[in-house]
């Protein structure tokens, strides 16, 4: 008997509440139990490289960077420990992690091209126009270069 294997969904993380609701969002559409989803996930964080602190610190302070290098660490290790917990609990155990230094932009386009990604899965901070110009948005950029279908999940505003 044939297996068909599954096909891959990535999802970029960071440690915006936007992120996390669009791992709840997708867990709870394409990973319902007991349905067997379609799709492999793999979860991909982008960890700021230690180098960007050297802007603010300079090259003359090598203790800085170092405790910044660890910090970023830290902040990975709680992003993935909270992003499995989260899929633990929908009992989705076949889960790919994958922890990248770098722009969030290039590693989750990158990450799209490793695994042969179906689609990809992006929360939304919900800037505007202009903000998104001058910040840039990591989703906007996935949507225009990611070589698979891209799904923005936007947060709900709440409501006053």
Known sequence: METKERRVMVIGLDDSSHSFYALEWTLDHFFVAPITSPFKLVIVHARPPSSSVLGFAGAGFPDIVTLAEADLKKTAARIV????????????????????????????????EKHHASILVVGSHGYGTLKRAVLGSVSDYCAHHAHCSVLIVKKPKAKH
């Open 81 to 112: 420990d909270k992003a499995k917990a989260m899929c633990n609990a929908k009992s989705v155990d076949d889960v790919k992690v994958d922890v990248s230094e770098g722009d969030p932009r290039n590693i989750i386009c990158d990450a799209v």
